[in-house]
């Protein structure tokens, strides 16, 4: 497959680029003016993920259901990151 055809691919399943990238920068920037210094960097990350799957959402097939799996996927990676480090926090006690 040719890049011309991925990227058509990819546009009529996401939305026309820009339009994400532009949903995507507006949800992200809601959230860093807002967001507490006390986030870890995964937390950071996985938020700038969903704002990324949230656009692609909302400007391409809302029924792609890999979108939903994949917000699923990368709030369950956090978490299982708290999970590790409350379960630490509490075995130091």
Sequence with gaps: MSIKETLQQR???YGEF???AETTY???EALKRSQPSSMTSSQIIALDMICNKMARIVNGD??????WHDIAGY?????Q???ITNRDKEQSQ
């Design 26 to 28: 507006q949800l992200q």
């Design 18 to 20: 820009s339009e994400v």
């Design 81 to 83: 990151e708290l999970s």
């Design 11 to 13: 546009g009529a399943r």
């Design 62 to 67: 809302p029924s792609y259901i890999d979108n």
């Design 75 to 79: 709030a369950t990676l956090v978490e």
